[in-house]
Nanobody, 124 residues
Framework: QVLLVESGGGLVQAGGSLRLSCAASGRSFSSYNMGWFRQAPGKEREFVTAITRSGGTYYADAVKGRFTISRDNAKNTVYLQMNSLKSEDTAVYYC??????????????????WGQGTQVTVSS
């Protein structure tokens, strides 16, 4: 069992930055692929970015070049640095952990554990 707790969300002006954190419980954090997903009002939850056990990173086209995912296995934490934020980035952001293969990094149903989400609101 892995418990994920996100933090760092809030209200920011367009063009600003935020850093989200996701702290994980348990001893096996380094063995999980970690992902960030988001759900905007009235929309389906979507893939944002993922980092594999070995440190490989993947990004949705909408955030490429603006967002950076990283992990600190010693702290059992994954981070999402969000720069140049846009109003369309407004959403609830969820952290997730997967025991699956690296190639499934964008598939929500391949993730075994989810955080409760943190709200990010970008004002224009």
């Amino acid at each position: 069992q892995v418990l994920l707790v996100e933090s760092g969300g809030g209200l920011v002006q367009a063009g600003g930055s935020l850093r989200l954190s996701c702290a994980a419980s348990g001893r096996s954090f380094s063995s999980y692929n970690m992902g960030w997903f988001r759900q905007a009002p009235g929309k389906e939850r979507e893939f944002v970015t993922a980092i594999t056990r070995s440190g490989g990173t993947y990004y949705a086209d909408a955030v490429k070049g603006r967002f950076t995912i990283s992990r600190d296995n010693a702290k059992n934490t994954v981070y999402l640095q969000m720069n140049s934020l846009k109003s369309e980035d407004t959403a609830v952001y969820y952290c997730a952990a997967s025991r699956g293969l690296d190639q499934y990094y964008a598939l929500q149903w391949r993730y075994n554990y989810w955080g409760q989400g943190t709200q990010v609101t970008v004002s224009s």
